[in-house]
């Protein structure tokens, strides 16, 4: 009973209330000039009209529901019930009951007293609604019953009428409670959505800084970068051909060269500042894509490249991992396969996220010791051992290398 109340739940209740006064004055005015009434008939009719009466008046009073808060909701609810029972119970007072005048006004409840059924599948469960079912048509069943005073084949049917009115508040019920659930899902889905779209947002956002930082990058690095490498070059060609006498002259060419050259390390700085970092910047697929497709151009080697966007994003160190045993595989090719073609593929299935490098280079023995001062498949294998991933590489020689790396997520 802590949810938030629906939005306008109160207001509709509102009307209900003022439309429940209304119904049953004009029952009490009926009545007055129609049937001849006892006076506990007569009280039972106020009484309806003062319940009604007074639940419109709490439902109208702001500082209440300030002062109850949570509790506000509840209690009119539990109130209101208490007291529709209590006035099906003023009947059994009356001297001259019969049972078919107690159906027949039971009855004419009916339309008022399922209201509330609808309020309480639409703010809270269905277990709510349940509970306010029994205790309004058990309460009728057992008054039923006194009436009859024992049971009989012909009692039975009368005995039967609260059972199958609680049927019906208990299928209304089911169905409002049904459509509330499916609601609040879409507007959870809603939510998620939206949230979703923020964040390829802020990545799409990102991605064009990144952009925008390389290509400031690779302008620096083919205007300025060039320009004063090849300025620092002239310099020193220049300091070669100046006479050891003309001092002045080689102690300008000397400043001018170390400013220059204070000038390209300060743009290179500026270049490895600029230039985007690989994992932060594009994620995990365009990083490992673009490392891929640099091996790729470097070599003139022809490629196969299959990369699935993840189902979800990975942990950093688990990005971190993938990332650098690709980028390692990928040097050893660089640098010992002798490779002209190459396979890769990043794919993830049933939450299981998967990594495939392979070439067609002069392959090795894996068996075989790598010698002093080469770690690259020892450090691969820690890395994936690091993270809990399986890392498999296949390879020998001549027929070329295979390096597969599997990732299961623990949801």
Known sequence: ??????????????????????????????DDV?????????????????????????????????????????????????????????YLL???????????QSYSLVPILIVPVVFIAWQYDYRSVLLYTIVTNL????ITFLIIGHVTLESVPLLTLPVVRAFAFALVGFIVDQLNEKQREQKHKLVLANMQLGQYANTLESLATSRERNRLARELHDTLAHTLSGISVNLEALKTMVPDDQTEVTAMLDNSLTASRRGLDGTRRALNDL????????????????????????????????????VQILPPNIEQAFYRIAQESLENISMHASANRIFFSLQE?????????????VG??????????????????????????????????????????SWERYI
């Open 139 to 142: 309460s009728d069943f057992i």
């Open 94 to 104: 009356e001297p001259n009951r019969g049972i078919t005048h107690f159906i027949s």
């Open 275 to 310: 230039r985007a970092q690989p994992l932060e910047d594009l994620g995990l697929e365009l990083a490992l894509q673009t490392l891929v497709e640099s091996l790729v151009e470097r070599h003139e080697m022809l490629s196969e490249i299959h990369i699935s966007n993840l």
């Open 349 to 361: 299935e049933e939450g299981i996220v998967r990594m495939e490098i392979r070439d067609n280079g």
């Open 1 to 30: 009973m802590k949810r938030p109340l629906e939005p306008g739940l109160l207001r509709l209740f509102r009307y209900f209330s003022l439309i429940g006064l209304l119904y049953f004055s004009a029952r009490w005015v009926y």
């Open 364 to 405: 090795f023995n894996p068996l075989d010791d790598p010698g002093p001062g080469h770690y690259g498949l020892r450090g691969m294998q820690e890395r994936a051992t690091s993270i809990g991933a399986d890392l498999e590489v296949t390879s020998q020689p001549v027929t070329g290398t295979i390096v597969r790396l």
């Open 34 to 90: 129609s049937v001849t009434r006892t006076a506990v008939i007569a009280f039972q009719s106020v009484y309806y009209v003062i319940i009604h009466g007074f639940l419109f008046l709490s439902l109208s009073f702001s500082w209440l529901e300030r002062k109850l808060k949570d509790k506000y909701f509840p209690l009119i609810l539990i109130g209101y019930t208490l007291a529709m029972v209590g006035g099906s119970w003023l």
